[in-house]
């Protein structure tokens, strides 16, 4: 499977290392803000590849975002926008209710799990990714009431 992370900090990298581990990645794609992220996350390993928002939609599987809430509810309905019915799309942010009533009616909603997983540490960016952060962790999962 190839996933795609957008955001590959402490989050984003922990996920990358234990979707690996567990076999679940045969590649990873990595896309965010700056350059020198992406050049640390691919050098620890973290990604297979460097992508743009949009080659990475358009090769992943599985795309994971890892970015800020407020980012977030802007990226959002674009990615949703712009992937296939095949292709899953998942959050790992903490606070749900602004973006998703945002994609509340949207006609890929389905395709999208909000979650949020009970790990982190103080520290951001790709260095800080740690194997194991999940371990022994839950993870919420999310959505609005009707």
Do not use: W
Request: aromatic fraction near 4%.
């Amino acid at each position: 499977m190839t996933i795609g992370i957008v955001g590959v900090g402490l989050i984003g990298g922990s996920m990358a290392i234990t979707l690996r581990e567990k076999g679940f990645a045969d590649k990873i794609l990595g896309s965010g803000r700056t350059e020198k992220s992406l050049d640390k996350a691919l050098a620890l390993g973290l990604i297979d590849e460097k992508k743009d928002l949009k080659d990475l939609i358009n090769e992943s599987d599985l795309i994971i975002l890892s970015i800020p809430v407020d980012a977030l509810k802007e990226m959002l309905p674009h990615v949703l926008d712009s992937i296939n019915d095949k292709q899953v799309v998942i959050d790992v942010g903490s606070t749900k209710e602004g973006f998703l009533q945002v994609i509340k009616g949207h006609p890929k909603r389905n395709r999208f799990v909000a979650t949020h997983p009970m790990a982190g540490t103080e520290y951001s960016g790709p260095e800080a990714a740690v194997k194991d952060l999940f371990k022994g962790k839950s993870t919420v999962f999310c959505d609005i009431e009707e």
